[in-house]
């Protein structure tokens, strides 16, 4: 297994039954897979993996939440790109393929973070975490403007069905 903060798969293969996806279930740790295609790749993080006390921090969260992987998906986009965003789920969809490495690890990254401010919040809390650090690399000055993407934001919901 890779020290990567994320699982690489193919986008035929199934994802929720991977090593990944029992080490992060385990671990109660982000789950961040990259979805690789013929011509592009998917990030997408689930909340799945993380216990049901971390539903109410991430809903409490949202707007910060959704602007920073808004900024994330900016920095990794082009135009062909697709963003969706709801407390429990993130997906950036037909990235090239080296930008969404970098996307889930900094994806990956961001969803710690709030796992470890909960962390020092209540000590004692099973929410393990590991922090990744976020940082730019300059990425942006590769990419076209962002105003051709477009962006799908499902409303927030109290009940899941």
Same mark, same amino acid.
């Given at each position: 297994?890779?020290?990567?903060?994320?699982?690489?798969?193919d986008?035929?293969?199934?994802?929720?039954?991977?090593?990944?996806?029992?080490?992060?279930?385990?671990?109660?740790?982000?789950?961040?897979?990259?979805?690789?295609?013929?011509?592009?790749?998917?990030?997408?993080?689930?909340?799945?993996?993380?216990?049901p006390?971390?539903? /109410?921090? *991430?809903?409490?969260?949202?707007?910060?939440?959704? =602007?920073? #992987? &808004?900024?994330?998906?900016?920095?990794?986009a082009? %135009?062909?790109?697709?963003?969706?965003?709801?407390?429990?789920?993130?997906?950036?969809?037909?990235?090239?393929?080296?930008?969404?490495?970098?996307?889930? /690890?900094? *994806?990956?990254?961001l969803?710690?973070?709030?796992? =470890?401010? #909960? &962390?020092?919040?209540?000590?004692g809390?099973?929410? %393990?975490?590991?922090?990744?650090?976020?940082?730019g690399?300059?990425?942006?000055?590769?990419?076209?403007?962002?105003?051709?993407?477009?962006?799908?934001?499902?409303e927030?919901?109290?009940?899941?069905?």
């Open positions: 297994m890779s020290d990567a903060p994320f699982d690489l798969i986008a035929r293969d199934a994802f929720a039954d991977s090593d990944w996806f029992h080490v992060c279930r385990q671990a109660q740790t982000p789950y961040v897979v990259v979805r690789s295609g013929e011509t592009s790749a998917d990030v997408l993080w689930d909340y799945v993996t993380l216990p006390s971390c539903d /109410a921090l *991430l809903r409490s969260h949202f707007d910060s939440l959704e =602007s920073n #992987a &808004r900024a994330i998906f900016e920095r990794f082009i %135009p062909e790109s697709h963003l969706r965003i709801k407390p429990t789920l993130i997906c950036f969809d037909r990235l090239p393929f080296d930008h969404a490495k970098r996307a889930a /690890a900094e *994806l990956h990254g969803i710690s973070t709030y796992l =470890s401010d #909960a &962390r020092n919040a209540a000590p809390a099973p929410v %393990p975490c590991e922090t990744a650090a976020v940082t690399d300059g990425m942006r000055d590769e990419l076209e403007a962002p105003s051709l993407r477009r962006l799908w934001i499902e927030k919901l109290d009940k899941c069905f």
